[in-house]
């Protein structure tokens, strides 16, 4: 069968364009190198009937019911282009600068406020990440706001919290290649808080650790000490 051909839905196509490139399309995997132009408007309109497909499943009457006439569009679109926009867009221009005054001290940026979802639910993850960056000579600078671009860009996928904070480490430790990296992502889970034990006070908390700061406990110590207190 020709992919190209009428008929043929487009996420059967991206999935084609993909499997041709051996390219993995995980929830939380990025998937703009195939992305062509007008897709993502085009998989709106298909999402939009699908999503439709689940209200009438779950048995409402979207045709009478004037609060969920155009649900199923609103709840594509916000999945597309909103919550999980950082499947499909490339990731931010970054403009790096040599470290010309040869910086060499800790620098923290934070809190920055991140919102994803976790992949098993779809519910809801918001939280606060702070990164701590060694520089050497030979390290990039970027601006500061760069670094929440990033973040918003790679949060933005269904995933767990633990992958999240991994790519994110690695598309800094990337950009930047610094002597050191430490990342820490406290949020709230809403499949803990709106669904099952239903615990509205529960947080999770992680770190990734990066070059020195794996070796050197006292620079460790002082990026926590550092970062403000929640209890």
Same mark, same amino acid.
């Given at each position: 069968m020709n992919l190209e051909d009428e008929g043929v839905p487009l996420s059967v196509k991206i999935r084609? /364009?993909?499997?041709?490139? /051996?390219? /993995?399309?995980?929830?939380?995997?990025?998937?703009?190198?195939?992305?062509?132009?007008g897709d993502l408007d085009r998989l709106l309109d298909e999402v939009s009937e699908k999503m439709q497909g689940v209200l009438d499943a779950m048995v409402i009457d979207t045709e009478n019911d004037h609060n969920t006439g155009d649900t199923a569009r609103r709840v594509a679109k916000m999945y597309l282009k909103e919550v999980f926009k950082g499947r499909y867009v490339e990731a931010p221009a970054v403009t790096e600068f040599p470290n010309a005054e040869h910086l060499n001290e800790l620098m923290i940026v934070g809190p920055i406020t991140v919102r994803s979802a976790c992949s098993h639910h779809l519910c809801p993850v918001i939280g606060q990440v702070y990164i701590g960056v060694l520089p050497n000579e030979h390290t990039n600078v970027i601006g500061l706001s760069k670094y929440a671009r990033l973040a918003e860009w790679v949060m933005g996928r269904p995933q767990i919290q633990e992958e999240a904070v991994v790519q994110l480490a690695d598309l800094i430790q990337e950009k930047t290649q610094p002597d050191g990296l430490a990342i820490v992502m406290e949020a709230t889970h809403f499949c803990m808080g709106w669904r099952g034990v239903k615990d509205m006070d529960s947080k999770m908390i992680n770190s990734v650790m990066r070059g020195v700061f794996l070796k050197d406990t006292n620079l460790r110590r002082e990026f926590l000490s550092l970062i403000p207190r929640r209890v």
């Amino acid at each position: 069968m020709n992919l190209e051909d009428e008929g043929v839905p487009l996420s059967v196509k991206i999935r084609e /364009r993909l499997k041709a490139k /051996r390219q /993995r399309f995980h929830s939380n995997d990025n998937i703009a190198s195939v992305m062509q132009p007008g897709d993502l408007d085009r998989l709106l309109d298909e999402v939009s009937e699908k999503m439709q497909g689940v209200l009438d499943a779950m048995v409402i009457d979207t045709e009478n019911d004037h609060n969920t006439g155009d649900t199923a569009r609103r709840v594509a679109k916000m999945y597309l282009k909103e919550v999980f926009k950082g499947r499909y867009v490339e990731a931010p221009a970054v403009t790096e600068f040599p470290n010309a005054e040869h910086l060499n001290e800790l620098m923290i940026v934070g809190p920055i406020t991140v919102r994803s979802a976790c992949s098993h639910h779809l519910c809801p993850v918001i939280g606060q990440v702070y990164i701590g960056v060694l520089p050497n000579e030979h390290t990039n600078v970027i601006g500061l706001s760069k670094y929440a671009r990033l973040a918003e860009w790679v949060m933005g996928r269904p995933q767990i919290q633990e992958e999240a904070v991994v790519q994110l480490a690695d598309l800094i430790q990337e950009k930047t290649q610094p002597d050191g990296l430490a990342i820490v992502m406290e949020a709230t889970h809403f499949c803990m808080g709106w669904r099952g034990v239903k615990d509205m006070d529960s947080k999770m908390i992680n770190s990734v650790m990066r070059g020195v700061f794996l070796k050197d406990t006292n620079l460790r110590r002082e990026f926590l000490s550092l970062i403000p207190r929640r209890v």
